[in-house]
């Protein structure tokens, strides 16, 4: 079965500066997507930036992009320049690459809550 | 516009007490899910659907019961909701399952609470 692992339950980083989320996962298919999902205090879940497991060359949607280390089932985002909106709770998120009867389901970590300080 | 509605927004029952939480889609989507969301668990996936009158279990479906008469609804029920089911849900359709059209669109979530 598959598992995502986020280590970090809260971090908190100040306006305009970097920080990196960790996600790592476990499974044992070789065709597979990973996501970030963003939750604000809304509750809306965005897609923030996915990743396909077959390509080697990591994500990147303007100011986000993600490490993806698939040896080491590993998938960081970096959020540069890091603004008051990106305050959020961030799930990184695996799903199976298959196609025809797939089950569509997307496996979250148990999620990261940023605050970005003014 | 583009999305996925779920009604009702928020939602205070009684135990025993049936519910229907509605979900709908206008993009056309053939898959659809339910996931419930639980401080410390992440989201996890309830039921899921391929197509009309295609569904099948996900992770977490005890208690739960789903319908797919129509493309665009996918109603999650609650037959006789008990505490453990307190929580947020949310429901998600897609263009297919699996490949290259996998990105899932969330509804705004459902807000339960069964005393």
């Known amino acids: 079965a598959q598992t995502v692992t986020q280590s970090q339950p809260e971090m908190s980083v100040q306006e305009a500066e970097t920080v990196t989320l960790s996600c790592t996962y476990d499974t044992s298919e070789n065709n597979y997507y990973l996501f970030w999902y963003k939750q604000p205090p809304s509750r809306q879940m965005i897609l923030v930036i996915r990743?396909?497991?077959?390509?080697?060359q990591n994500a990147t949607e303007n100011r986000f992009s993600v490490n993806f280390q698939k040896a080491a089932k590993s998938f960081s985002l970096k959020i540069s320049d890091s603004q008051l909106g990106d305050t959020a709770m961030y799930f990184c998120?695996?799903?199976?690459?298959?196609?025809?009867?797939?089950?569509?389901?997307?496996?979250f970590g148990t999620g990261t809550l940023l605050a970005v300080q003014p | 516009e583009a999305q996925v509605t779920q009604n009702p927004r928020y939602l205070i029952t009684v135990t025993g007490k049936k519910l229907t939480v509605t979900c709908s889609q206008n993009m056309n989507h053939e898959y659809m899910s339910w996931y419930r969301q639980d401080p410390g668990l992440g989201l996890r996936q309830i039921y899921y659907s391929m197509n009309v009158e295609v569904t099948d279990k996900g992770d977490v479906p005890e208690g739960y019961k789903v319908s797919r008469k129509e493309k665009r609804n996918f109603p999650l029920i609650l037959e006789s909701p008990s505490p453990n089911q307190t929580s947020l849900y949310f429901c998600?359709?897609?263009?297919?399952?699996?490949?290259?059209?996998?990105?899932?669109?969330f509804g705004p979530g459902t807000r339960l609470t069964v005393l």
């Open positions: 998120a695996f799903m199976k690459g298959t196609y025809g009867g797939a089950t569509n389901k997307l496996i």
């Open positions: 990743q396909e497991a077959y390509k080697q």
């Open positions: 998600a359709s897609s263009l297919s399952g699996g490949g290259f059209h996998n990105e899932q669109f």
